[in-house]
């Protein structure tokens, strides 16, 4: 059974003190204690951004990639071990912007990922430009004054609905319990499952604040949303009227991309490549 210690990771953290951040990683931290799911069957992949930082935070294996390619690389373990279960945690810059066109397509071939997004409206790392997913108007340090943001944000929930994700959530970084229980549904689900986690980013979001989010969200569940409709999910995706639900929006279940594949039999982290066959093959096309 993993404990909380054997996951203290091996870095000092230095997100800034009160960012949304925190809440995420003692939620994932808490997921994994309750899942009975070995130490080295989970592999964290991550992007560029404050959300990038999360492997040197957590005693994990992890790869920690490019601006904007966490899925891919993602997409490539699950290919050569099935067995594991791999987690990308991603910015809304690194996910919604450079790498919407990898969400987008890992979502509809149904890749078995479990994908959480740290959205705060933002771009942190880089000193506050305004994200994808930050709101018309949004004021930021460089959108163009003074109507601020001069574009609609971009849903992450409701793309990977239409995308064909098979688990859509959202999650906030101060609902702890909620959070703990999307991550672990997230996790254990057979598909593409994305997770998208509103967070404040205390420096350089002053509107999406905790008390913003304090305010207005409110439980899918106790509000009797059935997830098994997809239509009301992409309808309750675009529901803002001064409240934002947050659980379960859509699942199902679909074949998944590898099902689909043909791949030796052995797995291709084990599969040894005969070169002289190779070779052969190589031979037999040219001649």
């Known amino acids: 059974m993993i404990t909380v210690e054997a996951l203290e990771g091996p870095q000092k953290i230095t997100w800034c003190t009160g960012c949304g951040n925190y809440g995420i ?3 994932l ?18 992007g560029i951004g404050c959300s990038g930082k999360i492997p040197h935070y957590i005693n ?10 966490p899925i891919p690389v993602a997409t490539g373990l699950h290919m050569a071990n099935k067995d594991l279960h791999v987690l990308v945690h991603t910015g809304d810059g690194d996910c919604l912007g450079e790498g919407m066109g990898h969400f987008i397509h890992a979502a509809r071939r149904n890749v078995d990922l479990a994908v959480f997004i740290h959205n705060n409206g933002v771009n942190a790392l880089t000193k506050g430009q305004f994200s994808p997913a930050a709101p018309r108007g949004y004021i930021s340090k ?4 003074p109507p ?8 992450g929930v409701a793309h990977a609905i239409v995308a064909g994700a098979t688990f859509v959530a959202r999650g906030y970084s101060g ?8 991550m672990k549904a997230a996790i254990t689900h057979r598909g593409f499952a994305v997770v998208d986690i509103l967070q404040p980013c205390v420096t ?17 569940e106790e509000a009797g949303h059935d997830p098994t409709d997809r239509g009301l999910a992409l309808q309750k995706a675009f529901e803002y009227n001064g409240k934002i639900p947050i659980g379960i929006f859509y699942r199902t279940e679909a074949p998944l991309l590898i099902d689909g594949l043909s791949l030796p039999d052995v797995p291709l982290k084990d599969h040894v490549t005969d070169r002289s066959r ?5 031979d037999d096309q040219i001649l």
């Open 60 to 69: 994990l294996n992890s790869f920690h990639t490019l601006h904007g390619r």
């Open 278 to 282: 190779l070779q052969a093959l190589i």
């Open 142 to 145: 460089t959108s163009p004054p």
């Open 175 to 182: 609902d702890q319990k909620m959070l703990v229980e999307l």
């Open 148 to 155: 601020g943001s001069p574009m609609e944000p971009v849903n």
């Open 29 to 46: 931290k808490k997921a994994i204690v309750e899942l009975d799911i070995s130490h080295e069957d989970y592999v964290l992949v991550s």
């Open 25 to 27: 990683l003692a939620a």
């Open 204 to 220: 350089w979001n002053r509107k999406l604040t905790w008390r913003y989010f304090n305010e207005r969200t409110y439980s899918l």
